[in-house]
């Protein structure tokens, strides 16, 4: 053995024995600043430079000049991380081009974006969101994590925890919907999902609360467009879902392409130093979104990359995603003196401790198992997790008469649609490693529910079409092609029933499919109102990635389930909820408009000085179309029905460390057991800024036998009445609170309450 590698094993040796010598986050400490004086500067700045792969890891090295140099980049200690490398295979050869050709030796970190599922599909996060049960949502990242770690995955770019209020942006799918606290719930719970309780576990994988900050809020639902709102909605709005993540021990956060003010997230001091890193105490590392620090010159704050390096790294962007900036610039600007050691240091600091954290120290190798790998993937259990997920995510928008559930003895059941039959449209955007077309269709889960007893005539009604959206072949559905009319209306017609689905195709929905117009797309609606002009009958069914403006369907057809993307076993899901099997208890996390004009469209709003006013044109309103949505936040049906009584209060007046219980009774008055999402929002009439009109603050989701009841109480502190005042601060002010408790933001009743400026004694 030469003395190269003689050094080399003795070194990594010492890194191995590190974990045995030390225990817990001291230890971690400990070892992270060992390993930190050893490195070279080079090998620090490798630390925080990540690639998307650009070559096969599991063929030869690449002969192209760029792939050539990514790859001796990897075997010299200057990457720290790899994005969109899967599988067990490629990983480990990746890993082991790393460990065992580098001076240190120090393992990568592998990243990807599991969203709603690694190769089983969940429902799209938004739809999740609408089932309103954090353990299911906890359960969906769970298992996401459990695939993607067994496919030798360390990190994963999710949660998305942006606030959305404007239904035109097409990452509303990604996130919780509109309102800070359910999506605070949901970020806290997919965190816990995809970490569980030791990130050094082989079934866990490091999260990412993304996009850092205010991402959602881009101006007419534009992606990527400028951010300009106060810090009062920053920090009231915006803010609190990350506050969650980091609360409940998020590995890393991802900055927002956006700007917000005049400064581009990544290069945000503020944000990334002063609330995140100082406010906050965030101890994992932050990494920028898709070159978003060579992004920084078109916003027009830098010159060139070189400028966009240090804004970036003295702003607290910790790693560089794929720009490449850090790599090419960041030794000479510390050898330079334009920027201090010290930052880099920092920076590469927290990203060793999340590697430390996930054990990749102790076995770099500990994720190469293909067995686990192939046993892991597609599972039968995770398969029935995803289908208890999916049929809780649906929402019943609308049943008259009660059309749903179905007979599973109907005589026959037309089942019309291209979305219908489509088995890949239900995996959604963002749909990790799914294999393409492998979703139970919508037809599929009907035929199988029924059995062969019941007729099922299937029309494609408007066939998908393939079109091409930034420089990719789609499905899409078709705007002009009325060919198939005829047959749709035909077996309309010749059946007991109506099933219609309608919506988006996958990718009408994700990054960058910004959109004007909400209506059904294409030719759908028309086709609707021929199917309903032959048999009144109608059920549809919405498959979308976000709220539609299904206005004509709300006043004309009897039933209408809104069913997202729900992934894998969504057809399977839906049929559950259309036969009966399963009873819907979904409630919309975000507002549906009546028309696109009104976007965005959000329950929490203020008052304005000009509320309503009853016979008199000089009010904040339109001439044209009512302010109110077509469906509120938080509404949802179900196959029975329930009563909640009005609120009783625990006091008339709460201390400031004090509590107050909201107890409410909820009694199951329909013919069938069920589900309720009892809600809870307040209001604080007179504050030294204004205030929603309403805010969630509370809630819990119960199941009740027929003819049942029960007390559902949730406690209210004055942490929970906090928000960011007029002074600056985040605290609760004293004065009466009005207390409402329902079923959705608009059906509520209401108390009241004096938050008082004492504290017990």
Not at 206 to 233: L, M, P, Q, W
Not at 243 to 252: I, L, M, N, R, S
Not at 273 to 278: A, F
Not at 727 to 743: H, L, M, Q, R, Y
Request: proline residues 4%; aromatic residues 8%.
């Amino acid at each position: 053995m030469n003395r190269t590698a003689a050094l080399f094993v003795s070194f990594l040796a010492f890194v191995f024995s590190l974990g045995a010598q030390t225990t817990g986050e001291t230890g971690v400490e400990e070892k992270v600043e060992s390993l930190l004086e050893r490195m070279t500067l080079e090998e620090k700045v490798g630390q925080l430079n990540q690639y998307s792969s650009t070559f096969d890891l599991t063929g030869p090295a690449p002969t192209d000049t760029g792939g050539q140099q990514r790859y001796r980049n990897i075997r010299t200690g200057r990457v720290g991380s790899m994005l969109n490398v899967t599988g067990v295979e490629a990983t480990c050869r990746a890993q082991r081009l790393a460990v065992e050709n580098s001076r240190l030796g120090i393992p990568l970190i592998f990243g990807f974006d599991v969203v709603h599922g690694y190769r089983t599909m969940f429902p799209i996060p938004l739809g999740e969101a609408a089932s309103w049960d954090l353990e299911a949502i906890e359960l969906s990242a769970r298992v996401a994590a459990t695939e993607a770690a067994a496919a030798g995955l360390h990190w994963t770019f999710a949660p998305m925890v942006d606030i959305a209020r404007d239904a035109r942006w097409g990452r509303i799918m990604e996130g919780a919907g509109e309102d800070p606290f359910l999506g605070s719930a949901v970020a806290a719970a997919r965190v816990r999902g995809f970490q569980g309780s030791a990130l050094d576990a082989t079934d866990t994988l490091a999260a990412c609360a993304k996009h850092f900050a205010a991402y959602g809020f881009a101006e007419a639902g534009r992606e990527y467009n400028t951010v300009d709102i106060s810090e009062h909605t920053l920090r009231n709005v915006a803010l609190p879902p990350f506050k969650a993540a980091v609360d409940a021990g998020v590995a890393t956060v991802m900055t927002s392409f956006s700007e917000i003010g005049g400064v581009p997230a990544t290069g945000d001091e503020h944000l990334l130093r002063e609330i995140l890193k100082g406010e906050w105490g965030f101890e994992g590392f932050v990494v920028s979104d898709w070159d978003s620090i060579g992004e920084m010159t078109f916003h027009g704050v830098a010159a060139n990359e070189r400028e966009a390096s240090a804004l970036a790294v003295t702003a607290g962007t910790d790693m560089d995603m794929e720009s490449s900036a850090y790599i090419e610039h960041l030794v000479a600007l510390v050898k330079d003196g334009v920027i201090d050691e010290s930052l880099v240091d920092e920076a590469v600091r927290r990203v060793l401790r999340v590697k430390f954290r996930l054990g990749l120290f102790d076995d770099p190798y500990r994720y190469c198992n293909e067995q686990r790998e192939q046993q892991t993937l597609f599972s039968k259990s995770h398969l029935a997790a995803a289908r208890e997920v999916a049929r809780k995510s649906i929402v019943l928008l609308k049943n008259d008469g009660a059309t749903l559930p179905l007979a599973k003895t109907a005589t026959s059941i037309a089942v019309i649609g291209s979305l219908a039959a489509d088995k890949d449209s239900p995996l959604g955007s963002w749909r990790g490693r799914a294999v393409t077309g492998s979703a139970v269709s919508l037809l599929e889960g009907i035929q199988e529910a029924v059995g062969a007893d019941v007729r099922i005539t299937y029309a494609e009604g408007a066939p998908l079409v393939v079109g091409t959206r930034n420089f990719v072949q789609e499905l899409e559905l078709n705007h002009d092609d009325r060919s198939g009319f005829p047959e749709a209306v035909a077996a309309a017609q010749d059946s007991d029933v109506v099933v219609i689905a309608v919506g988006e195709e996958a990718f009408q929905s994700g990054e960058a499919r910004s959109v004007v117009n909400l209506r059904l797309k294409g030719v759908q609606e028309d086709l609707l109102k021929a199917v309903h002009e032959a048999n009144p009958n109608v059920v549809v069914v919405v498959m979308s990635g976000r709220p539609l403006v299904l206005t004509w369907a709300a006043d004309n057809v009897p039933a209408m389930l809104q069913s997202w993307h729900l992934g894998s076993e969504a057809g399977h899901a839906i049929a559950d909820v259309l036969f009966g099997d399963h009873n819907p208890s979904g409630k919309l996390p975000v507002s549906f408009p009546r028309h696109g004009g009104q976007e965005p469209l959000y329950y929490n709003h203020k008052n304005t000085g000009r509320p309503v006013t009853e016979g008199d044109v000089f009010w904040s309103h339109y001439t044209d179309e009512s302010n109110e949505p077509l469906y509120p936040f938080g509404f949802g049906l179900s196959y029975t029905t329930f009563e909640i009584s009005k609120p009783e209060l625990s006091s008339a007046v709460m201390d400031m460390d004090g509590e107050l219980a909201v107890t409410v009774t909820v009694k199951n008055t329909g013919k069938r057991a069920g589900a309720e999402v009892v809600q809870l929002y307040v209001r604080d009439p007179v504050a030294s800024v204004t205030r929603p009109v309403k805010e969630l603050k509370g809630f819990e989701k119960i199941e009740l036998e027929a003819g049942s009841e029960r007390k559902v109480t949730i406690t209210l502190r004055s942490d929970d009445l906090a928000f960011y005042t007029a002074d600056g601060t985040w605290k609760a002010e004293p004065g009466e609170i009005v207390v409402f408790v329902g079923s959705s933001s608009e059906e509520v009743l209401e108390g009241r309450f004096v938050l008082s400026g004492e504290t017990a004694r």
